[in-house]
């Protein structure tokens, strides 16, 4: 079971990025899967996540209105499409799986990607 974070780079404020959470050695299809990120020095702060279906998303109101989150169960890829990114998005952002929405969401999902580093300059 393993979970790769990807699409990470360098921009300036203003500007996009789309990371993809792609998953090896099993469907994503029953998996809940939530976004996270961690900045240097601060805890690990939740970002988004979504439903199995993607009936259900929910967003962190630091993100909400700039950030959206989808999924591609064909794919067994997850996706967070950040716009409008300013400099404090700066951070480590990881993706991770989990069977209950609850737990994938404000919880400890039981299985986390390697992440990919976002950095937003002034």
């Known amino acids: 079971v393993q979970l790769q974070a990807s699409g990470g780079g360098s921009v300036q404020a203003g500007g996009s990025l789309r990371l993809s959470c792609a998953a090896s050695?099993?469907?994503?299809?029953?998996?809940?899967i939530g976004w996270f990120r961690q900045a240097p020095g601060r805890e690990r702060e939740w970002v988004s996540c979504?439903?199995?279906?993607?009936?259900?998303?929910q967003y962190a109101d630091s993100v909400k209105g700039r950030f959206t989150i989808s999924r591609d169960n064909a794919k067994n890829t997850v996706f967070l499409q950040m716009n409008s990114l300013k400099p404090e998005d700066t951070a480590v952002y990881y993706c991770?799986?989990?069977?209950?929405?609850?737990?994938?969401?404000?919880?400890?999902?039981?299985?986390w990607g390697q992440g990919t580093q976002v950095t937003v300059s002034s």
């Open positions: 991770a799986a989990d069977e209950k929405m609850g737990i994938a969401c404000w919880g400890r999902p039981a299985y």
């Open positions: 050695g099993f469907t994503l299809d029953y998996y809940a």
């Open positions: 979504i439903s199995s279906s993607a009936g259900w998303k």
